[in-house]
């Protein structure tokens, strides 16, 4: 295991400052934390306090780092879905689990991120909806000081494993059952959030069915936001066959904006939310068991902290239409 003294001299500065650096102490100029956090991340170091904890019996929590969106309230359902799977499967594996929002954590470092999730004796991590920008999350993935799963993201190395749908699968096979329904020519298709590994993956799927199918292509972003998908639809949907929204949100927003315009497109969505089935139009769309793929997250965080690699997980989606007498009691 590297030494703090290697860190010193790997950074050409004092074991004092190595040591302030790594808790904090003001009056350290920008230039040699950069230094010095160079030198921790070259040598994969593990300041000792986290090293010791990590083999400590009362070292075992595990994080849930969410990032609610605030678009709307619907989408608490999926969080919601996500928090009890975790939360089920825990308990049955004995495990205690804390919830770590996105922005109790916005704004640190990487050393200052596992400096707290060591404080709260977090031993492994599970990520759900990481982003590209999410910079900090990733360079600690890269450090494999925790264990971690990570939920809609293609990550993996020995101590991190991916989870999640075949996104461009899913879309595919979503948009052709559009495209047979209605053999459309053109497809508006309405994107998720730049930033999303989904979203790239989503419109992987899409643009294998526009090749294979030699459709036209219209795609615009919709950031997730019904409203945006809405606006979208009032704009372009007029000379398109057929809306593809990479999330149901946005679909709902879509088939809103048709009735208003008074024409008819086929719409599919992404998800299976439970309030496409409220809308008043059957929608195709790909059903993510939100639930199962959190509780299989647990599973796997806890093989990893037992010394199993990281590796992929594909779960299983399936394409439904949401009616109203499915989603009654």
Same mark, same amino acid.
């Given at each position: 295991m590297v030494?703090?003294?290697?860190?010193?001299?790997?950074?050409?500065?004092?074991?004092?400052?190595?040591?302030?650096?790594?808790?904090?102490?003001p009056?350290?100029?920008?230039?040699?934390?950069?230094?010095v956090?160079?030198a921790?991340?070259?040598?994969?170091?593990?300041?000792?306090?986290?090293?010791?904890?990590?083999?400590?019996?009362?070292?075992?929590?595990?994080?849930?780092?969410?990032?609610?969106?605030?678009?709307t309230?619907?989408?608490?359902q999926?969080?919601?879905?996500?928090?009890?799977?975790?939360?089920d499967?825990?308990?049955?594996?004995?495990?205690?689990?804390?919830?770590?929002?996105?922005?109790?954590?916005?704004?640190?470092?990487v050393?200052e991120?596992?400096?707290?999730?060591?404080?709260?004796?977090?031993?492994?991590?599970?990520?759900?909806g990481?982003?590209?920008?999410?910079?900090?999350?990733?360079?600690?993935?890269?450090?494999q000081?925790?264990?971690?799963?990570?939920?809609d993201?293609p990550?993996?190395?020995?101590?991190?494993?991916?989870?999640?749908?075949?996104?461009?699968?899913?879309?595919?096979?979503v948009?052709?059952?559009v495209?047979?329904?209605?053999?459309?020519k053109?497809?508006?298709?309405? %994107?998720?959030? !730049? +930033?999303?590994? @989904?979203?790239?993956q989503? /419109?992987?799927? *899409?643009?294998?069915?526009?090749?294979?199918r =030699?459709?036209?292509?219209?795609?615009?972003?919709?950031?997730?936001s019904?409203?945006?998908?809405?606006?979208i639809?009032?704009?372009? %949907?007029?000379? !398109? +066959?057929?809306? @593809?929204?990479?999330s149901? /949100?946005m679909? *709902?927003?879509?088939?809103?904006?048709?009735? =208003?315009?008074?024409?008819?497109?086929?719409?599919?969505?992404?998800?299976?939310?439970?309030?496409?089935g409220?809308?008043?139009?059957?929608?195709?769309?790909?059903y993510?068991?939100?639930?199962?793929?959190?509780?299989?997250a647990?599973?796997?965080?806890?093989?990893?902290? =037992?010394?199993?690699?990281?590796?992929?997980?594909?779960?299983?989606h399936?394409i439904?239409?949401?009616y109203?007498?499915?989603?009654?009691?």
């Amino acid at each position: 295991m590297v030494s703090i003294r290697e860190v010193a001299n790997y950074a050409g500065v004092a074991i004092s400052t190595v040591s302030k650096v790594l808790n904090g102490y003001p009056n350290i100029s920008e230039k040699t934390k950069e230094k010095v956090n160079d030198a921790i991340r070259e040598l994969n170091y593990i300041p000792n306090s986290i090293a010791s904890a990590l083999s400590s019996k009362q070292f075992g929590r595990i994080a849930l780092i969410l990032d609610p969106k605030r678009q709307t309230q619907a989408i608490d359902q999926i969080c919601m879905q996500y928090l009890l799977g975790a939360l089920d499967k825990a308990k049955e594996l004995h495990l205690e689990v804390v919830t770590i929002f996105a922005s109790m954590i916005a704004g640190m470092t990487v050393e200052e991120t596992a400096r707290y999730f060591q404080s709260q004796s977090i031993a492994g991590v599970v990520v759900y909806g990481l982003s590209k920008n999410d910079r900090v999350l990733q360079q600690l993935m890269d450090r494999q000081i925790f264990a971690c799963v990570v939920v809609d993201a293609p990550l993996v190395n020995g101590r991190t494993t991916a989870i999640g749908v075949d996104h461009a699968q899913a879309q595919y096979d979503v948009a052709k059952k559009v495209v047979q329904e209605d053999r459309c020519k053109s497809i508006l298709y309405i %994107a998720g959030r !730049k +930033d999303g590994y @989904v979203t790239e993956q989503r /419109l992987e799927g *899409i643009k294998r069915l526009v090749r294979e199918r =030699d459709l036209g292509l219209l795609v615009r972003q919709g950031e997730f936001s019904e409203l945006t998908a809405r606006n979208i639809t009032m704009k372009y %949907a007029k000379n !398109k +066959d057929a809306v @593809v929204c990479a999330s149901d /949100l946005m679909a *709902i927003g879509a088939m809103n904006a048709l009735i =208003d315009m008074d024409i008819f497109r086929p719409v599919c969505g992404f998800d299976g939310i439970t309030l496409m089935g409220y809308v008043g139009k059957q929608m195709n769309t790909v059903y993510q068991d939100f639930y199962g793929i959190s509780s299989r997250a647990l599973e796997e965080v806890k093989q990893l902290l =037992d010394g199993q690699d990281g590796h992929q997980v594909v779960m299983p989606h399936r394409i439904v239409k949401m009616y109203y007498q499915d989603i009654i009691c």
